[in-house]
């Protein structure tokens, strides 16, 4: 995962792609808590399971 | 007996005590609400009460008793619920404000339903972190819960007000959700026992959703016997809730008082021992000791769980609210709305490493089962905090305080794991840190063993706050 994105641009157009209204005022807010999503990812990210493992949760019809 | 001399009592006694024709309900709801009226504007664990509901509940188990009938195991016994639960003819607000535009429920929650026919006596909601998404029961709208044993502290959360309404003897029985450490948590800072079986054990039918695949609800008391009382009354399937288990759920309170010199007990070692106080080692080590356990394990990637349970939970909390998010974000406590709405921006990437990462991670951990039958692990790495503090200092590190009390909870919770926490006081210590008792899938009873031990050597103890 490239840690660098620049998370301003991101926060930015998927606000604009979700519909979520968002002055520039508010967006420091989002993009220091994306960064700490992103932070964490970034650990999930870089783990490699095998390719075949089944995802958790299985869902029982 | 009066009804006074049951305020504080376990709700194992309060029944024994109305069922016997010993207390009457109505006069033991008098004097629950008049404590609650005393207690609960210092501490702040009740956002409503349901008098009338109360009333009419306490009114029937005592026509039953009267008639020579059995009003169930509850009988008489006053509980709470966090307000997540549906309770008929209440909105559901789920600590917020948002949803006071939602129409009242049309009937209760399962569980709800399955406390009350089994004669329990609903007195009211409780505080919470606004849609559980927080370990501390700050909340922005209605207030903090406030930790019983210290005003100026947190009650945890995100069932802040279930712990501290149990801790403050208001009720001895409440329910809570834990989708990460909500139950465990606030059980832990507030000095008292709480449980959180398997991942689809009790019905969430009923229930507000915050991440759906790690929500779970479970019973807050002062006791082990209690929460086994409540789990007994609540378990069984429930089509209802896509997520309950369809096979029925043994009975457990009569069957944990059996001794547990056959328990392969472990303590959880590596993460779990590192970044703490030296009072939830002792905690620990307290509890190990008196069980006679030696043997360390180490769970393994715990930290790496912690972040895949992060992600998991953001994406799945934030879809719940997306509509809400476009149209009227500026009426989500400023507490959880940005991360929401991070949540909402995660790629898909994100979400699907993390849930096959959760099968690794499940595997890995479900094989150390089969040398042991219960680990046991801190349940918060520290006291609690005080309130709408933003950082503190652990091992010398500046950690978050809100999303760092959940450190030692939330890799559980990924996998579903069932969990006991008990109070584990330290002598010299005010404030408190409870153990978890963590047991392999559908092996609830045998953490519920364990707290009964820890519970009959002393170890395990209810401090007055």
């Not at chain 2, 832990?188 to 969430?204: A, E």
């Given at each position: 995962?490239?840690?660098?994105?620049?998370?301003?641009?991101?926060?930015?157009?998927?606000?604009?792609?979700?519909?979520?209204?968002?002055?520039?005022?508010?967006?420091?807010?989002?993009?220091?808590?994306?960064?700490?999503?992103?932070?964490?990812?970034?650990?999930?990210?870089?783990?490699?399971?095998?390719?075949?493992?089944?995802?958790?949760?299985?869902?029982?019809? | 007996?009066?009804?006074?001399?049951?305020?504080?009592?376990?709700?194992?006694?309060?029944?024994?005590?109305?069922?016997?024709?010993?207390?009457r309900a109505s006069d033991l709801l008098d004097a629950t609400l008049a404590r609650i009226e005393a207690v609960n504007p210092s501490i702040n664990a009740f956002t409503?009460?349901?008098?009338?509901?109360?009333?009419?509940?306490?009114?029937?188990?005592?026509?039953?008793?009267?008639?020579?009938?059995?009003?169930?195991?509850?009988?008489?016994?006053?509980?709470?619920?966090?307000?997540?639960?549906?309770?008929?003819?209440?909105?559901?607000?789920?600590?917020?404000?948002?949803?006071?535009?939602?129409?009242?429920?049309?009937?209760?929650?399962?569980?709800?339903?399955?406390?009350?026919?089994?004669?329990?006596?609903?007195?009211?909601?409780?505080?919470?972190?606004?849609?559980?998404?927080?370990?501390?029961?700050?909340?922005?709208?209605?207030?903090?819960?406030?930790?019983?044993?210290?005003?100026?502290?947190?009650?945890?959360?995100?069932?802040?007000?279930?712990?501290?309404?149990?801790?403050?003897?208001?009720?001895?029985?409440?329910?809570?959700?834990?989708?990460?450490?909500?139950?465990?948590?606030?059980?832990?800072?507030?000095?008292?026992?709480?449980?959180?079986?398997?991942?689809?054990?009790?019905?969430?039918?009923?229930?507000?959703?915050?991440?759906?695949?790690?929500?779970?609800?479970?019973?807050?008391?002062?006791?082990?016997?209690?929460?086994?009382?409540?789990?007994?009354?609540?378990?069984?399937?429930?089509?209802?809730?896509?997520?309950?288990?369809?096979?029925?759920?043994?009975?457990?309170?009569?069957?944990?008082?059996?001794?547990?010199?056959?328990?392969?007990?472990?303590?959880?070692?590596?993460?779990?021992?590192?970044?703490?106080?030296?009072?939830?080692?002792?905690?620990?080590?307290?509890?190990?000791?008196?069980?006679?356990?030696?043997?360390?394990?180490?769970?393994?990637?715990?930290?790496?769980?912690?972040?895949?349970?992060?992600?998991?939970?953001?994406?799945?909390?934030?879809?719940?609210?997306?509509?809400?998010?476009?149209?009227?974000?500026?009426?989500?406590?400023?507490?959880?709305?940005?991360?929401?709405?991070?949540?909402?921006?995660?790629?898909?990437?994100?979400?699907?490493?993390?849930?096959?990462?959760?099968?690794?991670?499940?595997?890995?951990?479900?094989?150390?089962?089969?040398?042991?039958?219960?680990?046991?692990?801190?349940?918060?790495?520290?006291?609690?905090?005080?309130?709408?503090?933003?950082?503190?200092?652990?091992?010398?590190?500046?950690?978050?305080?809100?999303?760092?009390?959940?450190?030692?909870?939330?890799?559980?919770?990924?996998?579903?794991?069932?969990?006991?926490?008990?109070?584990?006081?330290?002598?010299?210590?005010?404030?408190?840190?409870?153990?978890?008792?963590?047991?392999?899938?559908?092996?609830?009873?045998?953490?519920?063993?364990?707290?009964?031990?820890?519970?009959?050597?002393?170890?395990?103890?209810?401090?007055?706050?």
């Amino acid at each position: 995962m490239n840690e660098d994105f620049d998370l301003d641009q991101y926060v930015a157009l998927m606000a604009e792609t979700l519909g979520i209204p968002m002055t520039e005022a508010e967006r420091p807010e989002v993009i220091l808590q994306m960064r700490r999503t992103a932070d964490l990812a970034a650990q999930v990210m870089e783990f490699e399971p095998p390719q075949d493992l089944e995802p958790a949760p299985v869902f029982k019809p | 007996m009066s009804a006074e001399s049951l305020l504080g009592a376990t709700a194992t006694d309060i029944a024994a005590a109305v069922r016997g024709g010993e207390a009457r309900a109505s006069d033991l709801l008098d004097a629950t609400l008049a404590r609650i009226e005393a207690v609960n504007p210092s501490i702040n664990a009740f956002t409503a009460l349901t008098k009338d509901r109360a009333r009419a509940e306490a009114a029937k188990v005592d026509a039953m008793v009267a008639a020579g009938k059995d009003p169930g195991p509850l009988a008489g016994v006053p509980y709470g619920v966090k307000n997540l639960y549906d309770v008929e003819g209440e909105v559901t607000l789920a600590g917020s404000v948002i949803n006071r535009d939602n129409p009242p429920a049309s009937r209760d929650a399962t569980v709800v339903e399955r406390l009350s026919g089994a004669g329990g006596v609903l007195v009211g909601l409780l505080n919470m972190d606004e849609y559980a998404y927080g370990f501390t029961t700050e909340n922005s709208h209605y207030g903090a819960a406030r930790n019983p044993h210290d005003l100026e502290r947190s009650a945890g959360g995100s069932s802040g007000g279930s712990a501290a309404a149990v801790a403050a003897g208001l009720v001895p029985l409440a329910l809570g959700t834990d989708t990460n450490g909500s139950i465990r948590v606030p059980a832990s800072v507030c000095g008292i026992h709480g449980f959180k079986p398997t991942y689809g054990r009790l019905s969430r039918a009923g229930v507000f959703p915050f991440a759906a695949s790690l929500d779970h609800t479970g019973p807050l008391a002062r006791s082990t016997a209690d929460l086994a009382l409540a789990y007994d009354v609540m378990r069984g399937p429930d089509p209802r809730d896509p997520v309950c288990r369809t096979k029925p759920s043994d009975a457990l309170l009569e069957d944990m008082g059996d001794n547990v010199g056959a328990t392969r007990i472990a303590i959880s070692g590596g993460y779990f021992r590192e970044t703490l106080e030296d009072q939830a080692l002792t905690v620990l080590d307290t509890a190990a000791q008196a069980l006679g356990a030696t043997r360390t394990i180490e769970i393994p990637e715990a930290a790496r769980a912690r972040a895949a349970a992060f992600v998991i939970t953001t994406i799945e909390g934030a879809s719940v609210h997306m509509a809400n998010l476009r149209s009227r974000k500026q009426d989500f406590d400023p507490l959880i709305r940005d991360r929401l709405i991070a949540g909402a921006m995660a790629p898909a990437a994100w979400y699907t490493a993390a849930q096959r990462f959760r099968r690794w991670y499940r595997d890995r951990v479900l094989a150390l089962f089969e040398d042991c039958d219960v680990i046991l692990a801190p349940a918060t790495p520290c006291v609690p905090q005080p309130l709408w503090q933003e950082m503190m200092s652990l091992d010398g590190q500046q950690l978050p305080v809100r999303a760092t009390m959940g450190r030692f909870t939330q890799p559980l919770t990924l996998i579903g794991l069932p969990i006991v926490v008990v109070p584990v006081p330290v002598a010299g210590q005010r404030h408190p840190i409870g153990l978890q008792i963590i047991a392999a899938p559908w092996r609830e009873i045998d953490a519920l063993r364990v707290a009964r031990a820890l519970e009959e050597t002393g170890v395990a103890a209810i401090k007055a706050p």
